[in-house]
C-alpha cells in the first residue's frame, strides 16, 4: 500500500523561505517521476516541479529560480524547498507519486497523492 505524506507547510511572510517534505512508503523513489502540484479552492491542481528517477528536475514558469525539488533515495523523502515566497504562492500542496507518462507537471499523469500540506504567504 503506497502512503505519502507531507510536512512543513506553515505561514510565512513575502519573501520568506519553507521547505516542506513528503514521506513515502509502500513506493521506491527510484522507480518513476515524483512531484509537487498546489491549488488553491476553485481552481485546477497546478504542476509545481516534478523531479526524475535520476533527479532531473522539471518546473513551472511561475516558480523556476525559487522553488527546487529533490529528494533522498535512501530516506524515501521528496523535499520541495521555495525560497522568495509570494502572496500567490499560497495554496494546499500536494505530493504525487507513480507517473503514468507524458506531461510532467499534469496532475492527470500520476497515480498516488498525499494529504496535502498548506502554505500561507503573508504580504
Known amino acids: 500500500q503506497v502512503q505519502l505524506v507531507e510536512s512543513g507547510g506553515g505561514s510565512v511572510q513575502t519573501g520568506g523561505s519553507l521547505k516542506i517534505a513528503c514521506a513515502a512508503s509502500?513506493?521506491?523513489?527510484?522507480?518513476?517521476?515524483m512531484a509537487w502540484f498546489r491549488q488553491v479552492p476553485g481552481k485546477e491542481r497546478e504542476g509545481v516541479s516534478a523531479?526524475?528517477?535520476?533527479?532531473?528536475?522539471t518546473d513551472a514558469d511561475s516558480v523556476k529560480g525559487r522553488f527546487v525539488a529533490s529528494k533522498d533515495n535512501a530516506k524515501n523523502i521528496l523535499y520541495l524547498q521555495m525560497n522568495r515566497l509570494k502572496p500567490e504562492d499560497t495554496a494546499m500542496y500536494y505530493c504525487?507519486?507513480?507517473?503514468?507518462?507524458?506531461?510532467?507537471?499534469?496532475?492527470?499523469?500520476?497515480?498516488?497523492w498525499g494529504q496535502g500540506t498548506q502554505v500561507t504567504v503573508s504580504s
Open positions: 523531479i526524475s528517477s535520476g533527479g532531473q528536475t
Open positions: 504525487a507519486a507513480h507517473y503514468r507518462g507524458g506531461d510532467r507537471l499534469r496532475f492527470s499523469q500520476y497515480t498516488y
Open positions: 509502500g513506493y521506491s523513489f527510484t522507480t518513476t517521476s
